[in-house]
């Protein structure tokens, strides 16, 4: 059974850092896109980071670019999301995502259980 967990969310104050962890299980982590989603109270998941399969390819929010940054481990089976600079409006539970395309068109799509990010003094 494939999983995902989520580690390394907290509170912290405005300007503060935090790194997620996302640890993979029963799946092939080297075949998946990986990223990372937020949702906060009251507003729709929105996509944060993603970064391709081996790592080539990066893609941000544009309102945490600059501030986030998403790497991979493929032989630890693991997804990071360094936060630096944060924000009161970063606050948010953030979700891992794992996501591959079949070559018969099917898509492999997984979710984290999410951890909580608060930005708050």
């Known amino acids: 059974q494939v999983q995902l967990v989520e580690s390394g969310g907290g509170l912290v104050q405005p300007g503060g850092s935090l790194r997620l962890s996302c640890a993979a299980s029963?799946?092939?982590?080297?075949?998946?896109?990986m990223s990372w989603y937020r949702q906060a109270p009251g507003k729709e998941r929105e996509l944060v980071a993603a970064?391709?399969?081996?790592?080539?390819?990066?893609d941000y929010l544009d309102s945490v670019k600059g501030r986030f940054t998403i790497s991979r481990d493929n032989a630890k089976n693991t997804v990071y999301l360094q936060m630096n600079s944060l924000k009161p409006e970063d606050t948010a539970v953030y979700y891992c995502?794992?996501?591959?395309?079949?070559?018969?068109?099917?898509?492999?799509?997984?979710w984290g259980q999410g951890t909580q990010v608060t930005v708050s003094s």
């Open positions: 995502n794992a996501v591959r395309q079949l070559p018969g068109g099917q898509v492999l799509n997984y």
């Open positions: 029963a799946l092939t982590f080297s075949t998946y896109t």
């Open positions: 970064i391709t399969s081996a790592g080539g390819s990066t």
